[in-house]
């Protein structure tokens, strides 16, 4: 027996177990203080009434005869599958039933599509990004390269055509750095991909918080994207179902002609045994008009919890961008603190918890990601101790 030595190339610890542990050692040590925890993406509000009827009935189905489901496609229900193609209409980008796979989440789907790759392609990858692009490539052993994502291009890096890639990761709006590519930019990444036959894995889980019409929420508003590139999204963020586990993935027949459709379906059909009948009834829940008001009365609260934080960081005179279009505010750490001197800093002095830029990679050194999934209640309380300790 022969391990895969390639884990061996990845660090021991998660960031965010890493985060946790240093706040649980503060917890035991100071169990007379609050500590409001701002830094890992997790949401608070419960899940919209829609939602929650709909895994009622779903619930109530799988204990009558007629309507009990045992196993269901691999790609997910039509039923909910339509919902989500008509969800994509109002981009105006048209898909097809059986490009649109349903998944247990986009996390998921970003390390198993790797599965459609040779091992000796060349993964491009924006730095500072989210961890998992970066380690479930190196848990593969694939060589890895990197492109700048500096506050000079406003953390948007775009493609520099001296340097060849096979795999390109995209996020927008982005994880950390809540930047989001407007359509010119997104169709030079396009461009780019399609001359170097290379394919673009683009994470649009955080695409429902964008409310300007001119950013794009699909990659697929750009034209030729259908032929490079892979789309994947959750809804997670979108209707809180971080607990609830859904997502899906949209592989164009235009890729490839056709074989990384295939490809992903046999691989679904062989690794995955689906998202469960009353969850997946629960997300076409979601898509509803019903459900589509309530879910952006929660996305209007967490986007309220943003401006609250970006407030108090202008009166402070601290560079940071995000929160408009992302439930993420990305700062500059003051005073020059490396980003876990500054998560130190905050958990020592107002027992506030965010997540240090380095561990998004090497350019994240010196910035901090903030999140606005708090509750109203403890981000006003944050707030309130930031801006107190500040002055």
């Known amino acids: 027996m022969n391990i895969n030595k390639n ?74 599958k339509t919902k989500i193609q008509n969800y ?34 060349t993964v491009l990858v924006p730095d500072p990004v989210y961890p998992v692009y970066v380690d479930t490539n190196t848990m593969a052993g694939r060589k ?19 340097v060849k890639a ?32 290379a394919v673009i894995l683009f994470d649009s889980a955080y695409e429902c918080f964008i409310t300007d019409d001119e950013l794009p929420r699909s990659i697929y508003e750009i034209e030729g994207a259908k032929t490079c590139a892979v789309e994947f999204c959750s809804l997670s963020k979108m209707a809180g179902f971080t607990g609830t586990r859904c997502g899906y993935t949209v592989v164009p027949k235009a890729l490839e002609n056709g074989i990384l459709n295939k490809m992903w379906l046999r691989r679904q059909t062989t690794k995955f045994n689906g998202v469960a009948y009353i ?3 629960a997300a076409e829940a979601v898509f509803t008009p019903e459900g589509q008001k309530e879910i952006q009365q929660n996305l209007n609260y967490y986007k309220e919890n943003a401006k609250l934080i970006s407030q108090v960081l202008t009166k402070h005179n601290i560079w940071h961008i995000g929160g408009k279009h992302s ?37 994240g050194e010196g910035y901090f990601r903030l999140t606005s999934f708090g509750s109203r209640e403890n981000t006003l309380e944050a707030v309130q101790r930031l801006d107190a300790f500040l002055n």
């Open 166 to 197: 096979d795999i390109i990761y995209l996020c927008s709006p982005n994880n950390p750095t809540g930047a989001v590519y407007n359509k010119a930019q997104l169709k030079a990444w396009v461009d780019y991909a399609n001359e170097n036959n």
């Open 144 to 162: 890895i390269i990197f492109i700048d994502a500096t506050e000079q291009n406003n953390f948007l890096p775009l493609p520099d055509k001296s």
């Open 7 to 80: 884990y061996q190339n990845i660090s021991d610890s998660y960031l965010f177990s890493t985060i946790a542990k240093k706040v649980n050692e503060f917890a035991l040590s100071n169990p007379d203080k609050k500590i409001i925890r701002l830094g890992i993406g997790d949401v608070t509000l419960p899940l919209c009434k829609v939602v929650v009827d709909a895994l009622k009935s779903a619930s109530d189905d799988m204990g009558v005869k007629d309507s009990f489901r045992g196993y269901g496609p691999e790609q997910g229900y039509d039923f909910l």
């Open 279 to 281: 969850i997946q009834r």
């Open 327 to 363: 439930p993420y505010i990305w700062l500059k750490c003051p005073n020059n603190m490396t980003s876990w001197e500054f998560f130190d800093y905050l958990l020592n002095n107002v027992q506030i918890v965010g997540t240090p830029g380095s561990g998004f990679g090497t350019n």
């Open 88 to 121: 994509y209409c109002n981009f105006g980008v048209n898909l097809d039933l059986d490009e649109i796979f349903v998944s247990d989440g986009a996390k998921s789907d970003l390390g198993n599509i790797l599965d459609l790759f040779d091992v000796n392609n």
